[in-house]
């Protein structure tokens, strides 16, 4: 596990997803991978048109439709060469010490990040892809945080190097496996970090604060911790607010309230309603 993979593919949350990557690697002292994956079911290799009403007795339309879908595709991944090109010298010039190579695949998004997550140490992705870009959130972001046992960064159109962060807490044994990931990375270091749990229970939950914030003291956090109370995703945005958090940390799964909220259309909810970056943990 060694690479920050920057997933690009020309919308408007590519700069971003350029930016959030060289400063997660300057963090971790690790190279980025860029990736460009054109998806196949966009892009197919081979047209096949043998069923199309009325083409079977005019071969030279089916074939003509076969030859620029061809050519289609060939220039859709010269143009994906294009645009790795630049975001690599856009990355170095932002930051030259940031070592980059550049991978483009035609094929499936979640195929091909399986394919490099053993060499992943984050995945940086945007909230909406090129063919999503009128969308709340992209296609396959869902497919891709159940997926993949890696860390998450989904980062919105525009993005700048966060100074503090919120860890949504539940005391669930997968935020405390979340919390144990981010005391032992360096990706976080040096950011104030606010430890928030959303519960109606506030002596239980100043006692499971008190524990996980001993974990990210003795990690060398500087950590506040507070209680809310409220619907989850509105008492956590308000907080967020409130103290000028510029980017959120969750574990993707628990077994409280934040796992419910996490579940299905609310994971899609959150991320598409969320003003800053989310770091989401398995």
Known sequence: MTNVIACIDGSKATLAVCDASVWAATQMAAPVTLLHVLDKSV????????????????????????????????????QGKYMLDDAKNSIAEQQASVTVDTLQRHGDLIETLLEQEPNARLVVMGRQGEQHQDHPIGSHIESVIRTLKQPILVVMPEFTAPKRFIFAYDGSATAKKALARVAASPLLKGLACHLVMVSDNQATANAELAAAADTLNGADFTVSTAVCQGEVQAALEAYQIEHSIDLMVMGAYGHSRIREFFVGSNTTRMISKSKIPLLLLR
């Open 43 to 78: 892009y197919p290799t081979q047209l096949n048109l043998s069923g199309s009403i009325g083409l079977g007795t005019r071969e030279h339309l089916l074939d003509e439709m076969v030859e620029l879908e061809g050519r289609r595709s060939k220039l859709a991944l010269e």
